[in-house]
């Protein structure tokens, strides 16, 4: 059959995506100086760019300046220069794909020696037993720093089409921010953004609102969300499923569905759900679920390696199917299929019985692949975890220096 991995998928913007293959969010950490895109991030787009890809999203581009996942974290505010991030979106375009800007702030997930703020829906911290005290401990926001972060998403958004690119992702998985108020087990507000599902996604729908009036009606904005976050009590499949009909009549183009966050790290294949452990596609099953009733057009991402198993996604129903780590070791992937190939080496495993560290050991390890092509160099799937890892962590500390002294800086507005 014709397979419809490479038929085009027309959005409600308007936007044509070329095909059904997308390169996943994946947080690079590799902004140059002033926290913006150098020549690395292009030249690790570029290898995407002509690799076959019909949309690339971007790792989280953070609205928030004192509020990153990281301290190599690329930041687009009022203040930043568009230059880099034109030059950015032209890399992403150049293999006649679309690119996204994914758009985030990480709320109280935030590592604890790192400056700025670490805010949250409520005080409760990041809980990962003897890892607990890497994130900072949070204060609950005040209504005033909710508002003001749903016009910095709006900021985002706009800079993001004036620099080129094609539409957004608002980022409301994996325990950032928008998670974090969608979680019950998380916050626990009693005001207007607390309680009720309607309440704990208002601020999700207001920042989808604000974008969307802030960018133009044939730019995409989309929305990451959690199929499910894998702990008891928590966001589910049924809140998953509420959320996005909330979501239908804002003007939103594509939900992407993954699960999990730092305290369930189901997004590097350690779900807590058995359903979904130790195979391709770890979502599927709750994505099959959501697909029968959802008004807007899904994608998938977690786990999907091969071209089976990404044909069995889209017969599920799901729209377009979302790459990361096989995209990072095999940045050429989709031409490969098309030319009746298969991916390369996969990633080397992660055995360890720690599930925090095996999570930042398997992120070290993408990190590591990501440098590698940005250098051009290949890819090197069977580096060790603990190397990656420690590799990872030096690279860190020499990035916290450099944000720490950035962020003492003042800046001139360049909106």
Known sequence: MTSELFSPLTLRSGQVLKNRIAKAAMEEN????GQLPDWRLLSLYQHWATGGTGLLITGNVMVHAEALTG?????LDEHAPLEPFADWAKAGKSGGGAIWMQINHPGRQVASDMPGVVWGPTDIGVSLGKHSSRFGKPVAMTP??????VARYAVTARRAEEAGFDGVEVHAAHGYLL???LSPLVNKRTDQWGGSLENRARMLLDIVRAVRAAVSPSFA???KLNSADFQRGGFGADDARQVIEMLDPLGVDLVELSGGSYESPAMTGRPADDRTQAREAYFLDLAEDLVSTSPLPLMLTGGITRRETAEKVLGSGVSVLGMGTALAITPDLPE???QGREAGPTMRPVT???KALAAAASMAQVRHQLRR????RVTRPGTHPAIALISERRKQQRALRTYRAWLAKPRATKA
């Not at 005033?144 to 972060?149: A, E, H, P, W």
């Open 336 to 338: 490969r299929w098309r």
């Open 352 to 354: 360890w019985s720690d």
């Open 144 to 149: 005033q720093q909710i508002q003001d972060t």
């Open 71 to 75: 301290p190599a974290g690329v930041v």
């Open 30 to 33: 590799m902004a140059g100086e």
């Open 179 to 181: 998670s974090q108020f």
């Open 373 to 376: 092509l940005a250098h051009g």
């Open 221 to 223: 904005v989309a929305v």
